[in-house]
């Protein structure tokens, strides 16, 4: 009767060989136990007794990190790079792992995807089994082989790798039972197209499935709306997926999006949420939950709430446990760098009312500002991809504002606003003048006014005084108790004369 070998990271994954003492279900109870085996140690290490303890990597070029004979289970594996944060190298830097001699690899991952991080990007975090912290690369998922393994990197950018440190260490012993499974994980890329689902693994055998890093990016615009796409997972040849979710940030035990930013924890977080890009990273490991499977396992993911946010960039890191052979990986993209491009719309020549929020002053409500990528589609923006949002204010209420300008005269005053359902009236005075316009806030859903002009305004050098009051709202919004909300986009000044020249 065989138990269960715990991963540092708490895992139960796969099962002892005789010749390792029961270990207890906690991984920190674990260590009172001994252990028959021995630590295998491969590193980077400077062979002459010197302090080049790194390895180069060129362009083209594979480093073989690891080649041991024997049966043993790998525990640790770190790593670091130069040059550090490299976007090229990090999404280019293959990592790849053979167990026992088999002819295709069953681990073939970019480096930094395969750590937890898509869009080649190292941002530090902590998890269970995976970390990146203080400049290092981090796993503690348990990789078993009964004869041999094989760990190597591929260098496919342009770009050399000066220093390339790692140390691993792997856990020898006799023999492993032979209902021992192996590690997997798996990279796929696609651009999603309408009315069909992201496949994030087809696997065949039997085994269980541990973990998930997703990345997405919209190809056009920056609008999450891809997050409404809920998992569905068949196993062993269902019709109908056993498993259904509610949203993609939902199976990434997190909520609305994201809204409160990248965190990590120990079986799930968010390394990445980049409102310039529109780009989301995540990461889940199903360590206490983990999805059994006896002959074959279909994992895939939605796309918008009907599979209908079509021109999104997705990859995929499956990370799952099973028997030999595995089904084949489908080939790596040719081109596996991901646009760093800002999605962000900017109106030329505004002031961004956002960036005025130290300067701001309210006689009642609060003030934040808020990224609008929520709310944006492709005919539908922002400039700069946020709004100066002001809350929990009632009519009477003011929000007074700095405009700066260099020189005195007369300027064209342009401004842009948002309207929602539970959005109020406002009017503005600049100077103590009163404007016009007043500034309607309703409509049925999020959408920017558009340039509202508000004709030629006296201003003097420096800093002057616009005041913003809340004055009702329309009848529409009266059916929200807090229908007073106001969202200010931008402003824009343009010297009358200039007007006047062209």
Known sequence: MFTRILGVAGASLIAAAPAIAQQPADALDALTHPHAGRIAHYSSRDTTGGNA?????????????????GAGIIRRWWVTIAPRNDRQLQRQLIV?????????????????????VGFGEWRQYASAPMNMTSGGYDSYWPMPFHRHARLTVENRSAVPVGAFYYNIDVETVDALPDSTLYFHAQFRRTTTVAGHPVTVLEAEGRGQYVGTVLSMQPLHGRRLWFLEGDERVFVDGERAPSIVGTGTEDYFSSGWYFDTGPYSSLYHGLTIKDSLTG???????????????????????????TNDAPGTDYTSVAFWYQNHPHAPFPPLPADLLADSTSRVLRFPGVIEAETLISDARVTAGELQSQDMAAFESDSTAWSGGAQLWWTLARPGARLTLPLRVAAAGRYDLTAWFTRAVDYGNVRLTLNGRALTPIVHGYAPDVSPTGPITFGSVPLHAGANSLT???????????????????GIDAFRLTPASARRRR
């Open 53 to 69: 303890d790194f390895r180069t990597i060129a362009p083209g070029e594979t480093l073989t990190l690891l080649d041991h004979r």
């Open 96 to 116: 790849r792992c053979w167990w026992d001699d088999e002819s295709t690899p069953s681990v073939e991952v970019p480096i930094s995807d395969f750590f937890g």
């Open 279 to 305: 780009r989301i990273s995540a990461y889940r490991w199903h360590i206490p939950d983990p999805i059994p499977f006896t002959r074959h396992l279909r994992f895939e993911i939605e796309h918008g709430g």
């Open 468 to 486: 913003i009051e809340i004055v009702g709202k329309d009848s529409y919004a009266h059916g929200y108790s807090d229908g007073y909300l106001v």
